[in-house]
């Protein structure tokens, strides 16, 4: 894994984060089953509640990570799960989970829903108040993967839990906030995947 740029967060002038201005789904704190548009930018600087969805595709024992964009609007260049992203507004997770693995990875596998995390952590000068639904596929690692979108991944690698936590252990800055709270806080729920994996695998279709 390589080190991430600095500062992680690039300035304004830099981004190329077309969705930065997309409409996504946020929520009442007190009232989830109220929800209403907003601009994702204004979302993550007013840590508003929002609606999320993350990926983990594993072969295996192994998990897809990704290292973010260097131009990112957040967590630029830091290490994730296969894929984190926010459905837009009356989009539903599903069809979100679906469409950013293609746009971020390149190519469309089944996935299935496992799961819910709920978290909020400060990221830089932004804020990240998610509710999460987590998404599980299974993929061939030995086929490449490596073709994947410039404009929203720098790298990908697979690793096995034992090495991730291993390796957030010697390195903490090189993961994405919501990553290390998944792996410490959420780490049974996903490691059940490799002991209790459904017959989901595909190829690719791009």
């Known amino acids: 894994m390589s080190k991430p740029p600095n500062p992680p967060n690039p300035p304004a002038s830099a981004l190329q984060d077309t969705g930065l201005h997309e409409k996504i789904c946020a929520f009442d704190q007190t009232d989830r089953s109220r929800s209403y548009p907003i601009d994702k930018l204004e979302a993550h600087i007013n ?3 929002h609606m999320a969805i993350s990926i983990f595709v594993f072969d295996g024992d ?3 990570l990704q290292q973010r964009a260097s131009t990112k ?3 630029a260049g830091l290490w994730a799960n296969t894929v984190c992203s926010h459905p837009r507004w009356k989009e539903t997770h599903a069809e979100c989970a679906v469409r950013r ?3 971020e990875l390149g190519w469309k596998i089944p996935l299935r829903e496992f799961g819910q995390i709920d ?3 400060q990221v830089g000068e932004l804020y990240e108040n998610e509710q999460v639904h987590c998404f599980y596929g299974q993929f061939d690692a030995r086929i490449d993967v490596t073709d994947f979108n410039p404009g929203e991944v720098s790298d990908v690698e697979w690793l096995t839990i034992p090495e991730i936590e291993d390796r957030i252990s010697q390195r903490p800055e090189l993961f994405t906030e919501w990553f290390k709270i998944y792996m410490h806080s959420h780490k049974p729920m996903i490691a059940s995947l490799i002991e209790n994996q459904p017959e989901i695998t595909a190829e690719p279709q791009n």
Do not use: F, V
């Open 62 to 64: 192994k998990l897809l």
């Open 101 to 103: 693995l293609q746009e």
């Open 119 to 121: 978290y909020a952590a």
């Open 73 to 75: 609007y957040h967590s």
């Open 47 to 49: 840590n508003i509640p």
